[in-house]
């Protein structure tokens, strides 16, 4: 069984508030499992709920009118997605699908919304999120439009180990396992592409790649190749470092 007020409690949105808003969100929760690869959120459903991840990985996009998808971000346990929802918005060409087998917990948003009354420092934490989370997706659409698709790749792999990096020695596993298709899908790319490219990076001893897995042997190497600076910093959002860059 789930123990929803532990999860609530070590997220890093709702981390910082009391026992009595904690037991309140925790109190009018749920939580529902999701198997792997399957939908969470269709563009045509509506949203009155905050999601919380408690395990597992999530994936969220759009969809093309010819079903195609483009993913955005991807959000782990720990982590909330939905909150456009908290005030009163929804994505309708949203597309939110589970990548491993996954549990969530349903937070109302007028639950939220409560939190938000008492607590009005929450709602700069929330804020703060969001626009972590914009910033990540403006970059990435940059990407799409501007740069080759090794550089595209580059960023992102980039980008995966800010957001789910563990250091190890001077190297960095992206803890997250991802599909060739999935990396296409957050680049604009196809699973061919991202084949090729990752087969490149790995002669020049930049990456390793395992199974559905990927261990930058030289981070700062490749940062350096797409003009980016390499460094770590602790991010209050987490339990866990961060991995943080600066540059274009």
Same mark, same amino acid.
């Given at each position: 069984?789930?123990?929803?007020?532990?999860?609530? +409690?070590?997220?890093?949105?709702?981390?910082?508030?009391?026992?009595?808003?904690?037991?309140?969100?925790?109190?009018?929760?749920?939580?529902?499992?999701?198997?792997?690869?399957?939908?969470?959120?269709?563009? $045509?459903?509506?949203?009155?709920?905050?999601?919380?991840? !408690? +395990?597992?990985?999530?994936?969220?996009?759009?969809?093309?009118?010819?079903? +195609?998808?483009?993913?955005?971000?991807?959000?782990?346990?720990?982590?909330?997605?939905?909150?456009?929802?908290?005030?009163? *918005?929804? *994505?309708?060409?949203?597309? !939110?699908?589970?990548?491993?087998?996954?549990?969530?917990?349903?937070? /109302?948003?007028?639950?939220?919304?409560? !939190?938000?009354?008492?607590?009005?420092?929450?709602?700069? !934490?929330?804020?703060?999120?969001?626009?972590?989370?914009?910033?990540?997706?403006?970059?990435?659409?940059?990407?799409?439009?501007?740069?080759?698709?090794?550089?595209?790749?580059?960023?992102?792999?980039?980008?995966?180990? $800010?957001?789910?990096?563990?250091?190890?020695?001077?190297?960095?596993?992206?803890?997250?396992?991802?599909?060739?298709? *999935?990396?296409?899908?957050?680049?604009?790319?196809?699973?061919?592409?991202?084949?090729?490219?990752?087969?490149?990076?790995?002669? $020049?001893?930049?990456?390793?790649?395992?199974?559905?897995?990927?261990?930058?042997?030289?981070?700062?190497?490749?940062?350096?190749?797409?003009?980016?600076?390499?460094?770590?910093?602790?991010? /209050?959002?987490?339990?866990?470092?961060?991995?943080?860059?600066?540059?274009?």
């Amino acid at each position: 069984m789930v123990d929803k007020y532990w999860h609530v +409690k070590r997220s890093g949105l709702f981390g910082a508030l009391g026992e009595e808003a904690l037991r309140s969100i925790e109190s009018c929760s749920r939580t529902r499992d999701f198997p792997a690869r399957s939908p969470i959120l269709l563009p $045509e459903d509506g949203n009155e709920h905050l999601f919380l991840v !408690v +395990k597992g990985l999530v994936k969220i996009g759009r969809l093309s009118r010819e079903g +195609k998808a483009a993913t955005l971000s991807l959000v782990e346990a720990g982590e909330v997605f939905g909150e456009l929802a908290v005030w009163g *918005d929804v *994505d309708p060409e949203q597309h !939110v699908e589970a990548i491993e087998a996954t549990t969530l917990l349903m937070i /109302p948003v007028a639950a939220v919304g409560q !939190v938000m009354e008492r607590h009005p420092e929450f709602i700069a !934490v929330l804020t703060r999120m969001l626009g972590l989370r914009q910033r990540r997706i403006e970059r990435r659409l940059a990407n799409l439009l501007f740069r080759s698709h090794r550089d595209r790749l580059i960023h992102l792999l980039l980008d995966l180990a $800010e957001q789910f990096g563990e250091r190890v020695g001077e190297g960095c596993r992206i803890r997250v396992r991802l599909t060739h298709e *999935d990396l296409g899908n957050l680049i604009g790319s196809t699973r061919e592409s991202v084949t090729v490219v990752l087969g490149h990076l790995r002669n $020049e001893g930049i990456v390793t790649i395992g199974r559905r897995q990927v261990f930058l042997t030289s981070p700062g190497e490749l940062a350096s190749q797409v003009d980016r600076h390499w460094h770590f910093e602790w991010s /209050p959002l987490t339990s866990h470092s961060r991995l943080a860059w600066n540059g274009a």
